[in-house]
Structures are given as structure tokens and as C-alpha cells.
């Protein structure tokens, strides 16, 4: 029994249309599961803007959204075909919060399924389609390399590593090289900490620093990779007309350590940088097993995207910060 269904759930009444019918026919549409989360609604935002026609796979289609919006369960393997119908690109953003909470037997598992099982029920659905879209486009992380690598930089020719992120990570990326087998293109952008005050990781950080409480961690050694969040949208964009393939370091140029890091984030947010650094055994009892994912860190090259052309926005950190925080006020 195949969990596809042709519109078990209805599409907002707000949905985007385009009554021109010629341009209706030539607007290329991209599905994004996940376009309700940080990356998807700016990225949404951005495509609608240069003209391409976007809707949502998400497991809440009754919401508010400017967008269309299907529905999935990814849990009990049911989609929406009608989804995939129309769509010309699908970018798979959908995953359960890595950070959210506590990471037991059971998070874990949601952590993993809703990423995977997530590209395998696109991938039933797809299978069953007359007319496949282009390219699949996915996230990743650059967890894939494991954690510990301070000081040496990984390229996409690296193997994996160990943990639980980094089997993830293989996991989620084989699931999407699978759509190679369609005839359809894949892309997997292994994204670090993406760097945004609409969510992730930075204004949890800022919450201390606001209070001139923002310390290093750990060693303040590991390697802190980042992309600022319109650099990632466009790194989508070009990967998707570029027509490119394969696995790409989403990271931008100027490396840094997590104590150079909280130092530049400090000064960006003009708050005093004095605390000393949060001991690693304090991380290690408050966050348990995803303490490596702070303690440990590692680096990534951009190497292999910026030969594809693509040019940052924001390529150092202290520029990226600047700009973030400029647009706050
Ligand atoms: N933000 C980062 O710093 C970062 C770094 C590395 C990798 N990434 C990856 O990039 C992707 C997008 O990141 P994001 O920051 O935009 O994430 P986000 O804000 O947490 O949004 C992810 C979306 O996934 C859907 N979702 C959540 N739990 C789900 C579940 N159990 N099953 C199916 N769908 C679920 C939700 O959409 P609905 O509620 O509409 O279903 C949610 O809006 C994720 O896969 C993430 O791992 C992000």
C-alpha cells in the first residue's frame, strides 16, 4: 500500500496564485519540506521574489502561509501527491530540531527519521510521477566529518565520522543521492551554524551575551564553522540553476575558533567579553552526549563552491555579524 495520497489535506485560502496564464505556465515551482523553519521561509521568500512559483510539504497544511501548503506525516509515511506534481525543484529541509532537547534513545530517532524517512517518502512519491522534477536539493551537515577536527580543515573528499550526527548526516545524504536514480540531479549542502536572529543557534548565544555574560567554551579552541543565513538562501539558488551536483561545504571563507568567535560576537553586539571560559565538564553534565557538538567543533573548506563561482556576501565574521545586528535595531 502505497502512502501516497492525492489531496487528503486542503491548501490554505490564502495560497499563492498567478491568474496570468502564461506566465502561470513558465514559472518554475520549488516544493520545500520544511519551508516553515528559519531557512525555508527566507529562502521561500527569496525564490518567490525572483519569480519562482513555492510551496510547502508540511505536517501542518491548515496553517497561515502565503504559500501553498501540503500536507506529510513522515512517522506513517503519507504525503500529499498532488505536491509533487507540479514541482520542478524540491529542496528537503524538513528535520526535527538537532538542539531542541535532550538527546535520548527516542530523540535520537526523530532526529534521524524525520530526515531521512523524510527524502525516502519524497522519494515514493517521485517514483510514482509521470513528470519528475529536476533536481533534489538537500540539507546536511557538516557534522558528516565528526567532531574534533580543530585543526585540520575537511573537503568533500573526507570519509565520515563517527557519532550520531555524522551517521545522520550518511544516512540522510545517501537517501538523497538515491534521486540520481530518477534521472533527477542532487545536491547535498553540508551547512554549518547558520547564522540568523529569526532562529538556531545565534540568539540562544545572545541571550548571555545581552547580559555581558558571553564566555568561550570548553578549550575555545575547536573550530567554529558558519554561514550567515542569506548567503546559505543564495547558495540554494545557485546550486539549483547552476545545476549542480554532489555534496558542497555551505561554509563561509574566514575560519575561526569558538574563543575568537564569542570575542567577535561580543564586540558585534558592543557587550563587555570578561567571563572566563565555561569549563567543558559543566557543558558535558548540562548537555550530555551533544556537548561534542560545542566542545569539539571542526572546520570545513569552501573551497569546492566558491570553483563553482558562487561569491559570499558575507564572508567574514565579524562582517556578517555586523550586518545581522544592523538590521535588528
Ligand atoms: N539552522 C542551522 O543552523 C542548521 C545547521 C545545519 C543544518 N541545518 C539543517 O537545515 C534544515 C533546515 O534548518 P532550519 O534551521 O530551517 O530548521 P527549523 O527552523 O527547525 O525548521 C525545520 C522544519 O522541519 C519541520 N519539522 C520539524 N520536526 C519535524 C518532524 N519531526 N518531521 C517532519 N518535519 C519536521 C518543521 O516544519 P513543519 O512544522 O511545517 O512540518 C520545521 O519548520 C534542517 O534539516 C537542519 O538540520 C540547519
Known sequence: MWGIQSSIYGTTPRAQTDKNPIRKAMRKTVLISGGSGMIGQRLSAVLAQKGYGVSWLTRNPSRASQYKCYGWDVENMQIDGEALTNADYVIHLAGAGVTAKRWT???KKIIADSRVKGAQLLYQGIER??????????ASGISYYGTGHATRVCTEEDPPGTGFLSAVCVEWEAAARRFENLGMGSVQLRTPVVLSLDGGALPKMCALFKRNLGAALGSGKQGLSWIHLD?????YTHAMENELNGPYNAV???????????????????KAFFMPRIPA????????EMSDLVLKGQWASPK???????????????LALRDI???SI
Do not use: W
Open 304 to 318: 569546492k563552491v566558491l570553483d563553482t563561482g558562487f561569491a559570499f556576501a558575507h564572508p567574514s565574521l565579524e
Open 231 to 235: 548567503d546559505l538562501v543564495a547558495l
Open 105 to 107: 534513545a527516542r530523540r
Open 281 to 288: 565538564f559543566i557543558l558535558r553534565l548540562y548537555l550530555g
Open 252 to 270: 563561509a571563507p574566514d575560519r575561526v575558533q569558538n574563543q575568537s568567535f564569542s570575542s567577535t560576537l561580543a564586540k558585534a553586539m558592543h
Open 129 to 138: 510521477c509521470n513528470r519528475k522534477p529536476k533536481a533534489f536539493l538537500s
Open 325 to 327: 545586528f544592523s538590521k
